[in-house]
C-alpha cells in the first residue's frame, strides 16, 4: 500500500546517503501522512479548530476592551491552535506509525530517521499554515485590525519545529497507544494553557509565571504580539525560539525508535 501511494526511487538510481535520496524520502513520508489525511481533511480540520476557536469567541466575549488593549487572546488562540493542529496530527499519526508497525514498512524503504523527521515537520507545517489562516480570518471578522511583520512567519515556524520535536520525543518515549495519545494531547493543550500565551507574564498567576520562564510558548507568544502590532521581537525571543526548535527537534529526531521495532 505505501509503495503505491509514495513515490520512492528504484534501488541503485540514487545513492544510499545522497541529499536526493534524503530528500526524496522525505517528501514520501510528508505524501503519504497527507494522502491517509485528506481523506477525512473536514474532520481533521474541525478537529484542530474547534477548542481554540471556542476559547477565542469566549475570551472575547467577556474581555472588557476586547482588542484595544492589544493582541494577547488572538496570540494565545494561535499559539494553542497551532500546538493542538500540530501535535494532534503529527502525534497520532507517528503513534500510529509506531504501534501497528507502519514504521517498520516505512523503514525498510530505506528511510533515515532524518528524512521521516523532516517529513513530518513538513507534514506538520502543512496542518499548522491552513490552522493559523482560518485563526486569523476568524480574527478578522470578529473586528481584530491587526499588522503582521515580516518575522511572524519565521516565528510561527519555529514554534511548529519546537511543537514537532517534542511530539517525537513524546511518542519514542510512550510505552503504548493509550499513553502516547494522553501524553500528547497534554503537551499540546495544558502545557501551552499553562503558559502565559493568553494574558501577558505580568499578569500571569505565580504557577504560569514559574512555568513562562521555561517555556518557549511564552517567549512566542510576546514575540508574536509585537508582530502583530508591526514591531520587531526583541533579542531575547528570537534566541530563545530558534534555541528551542533546534534542540527539540535535533532531540525527537535522536530518541527515534529505529532498532528496537
Request: one cysteine or more; a neutral charge; charged letters at 15%.
Amino acid at each position: 500500500m505505501l509503495e503505491n501511494e509514495a513515490h520512492t526511487c528504484p534501488r541503485g538510481e540514487v545513492a544510499a546517503g545522497s541529499w536526493r535520496k534524503f530528500l526524496l524520502d522525505s517528501w514520501s513520508i510528508f505524501e503519504i501522512k497527507v494522502i491517509v489525511t485528506r481523506r477525512h481533511l473536514l474532520w481533521h480540520a474541525m478537529g484542530s479548530l474547534i477548542i481554540p476557536l471556542s476559547l477565542f469567541y469566549w475570551a472575547t466575549a467577556i474581555a472588557p476592551e476586547r482588542f484595544e488593549t492589544g493582541f494577547r487572546i488572538l496570540v494565545g488562540t494561535l499559539i494553542l491552535g497551532i500546538g493542538q493542529a500540530v501535535g494532534a496530527n503529527v502525534g497520532q499519526w507517528t503513534l500510529m506509525d509506531r504501534f501497528t508497525r507502519r514504521l517498520r514498512l516505512l523503514i525498510t524503504m530505506p528511510v533515515s530517521k532524518a528524512s521521516y523527521a523532516i517529513g513530518t515537520l513538513a507534514y506538520g507545517a502543512l496542518h499548522a499554515a491552513v490552522l493559523a489562516a482560518l485563526v486569523l480570518l476568524f480574527a478578522r471578522l470578529a473586528g481584530a485590525d491587526y499588522d503582521i511583520h515580516w518575522t511572524m512567519p519565521l516565528l510561527i515556524f519555529s514554534v511548529i519545529v519546537t511543537i514537532t520535536g517534542a511530539t517525537l520525543v513524546v511518542v519514542s518515549l510512550s510505552p503504548d497507544l493509550n499513553v502516547g495519545m494522553i501524553t500528547n494531547s497534554m503537551l499540546g493543550i495544558v502545557f501551552i494553557l499553562l503558559s502565559p500565551v493568553f494574558y501577558t507574564f505580568d499578569d500571569a498567576p505565580r504557577l504560569s509565571q514559574w512555568l513562562g520562564y521555561i517555556s518557549p510558548f511564552r517567549y512566542a507568544a510576546d514575540a508574536v504580539e509585537k508582530g502583530f502590532n508591526g514591531q520587531m521581537p526583541s533579542s531575547l525571543e528570537i534566541t530563545v525560539l530558534a534555541g528551542s526548535a533546534l534542540v527539540c527537534m535535533v532531540l525527537g529526531t535522536m530518541m527515534l525508535r529505529w532498532k528496537d521495532l
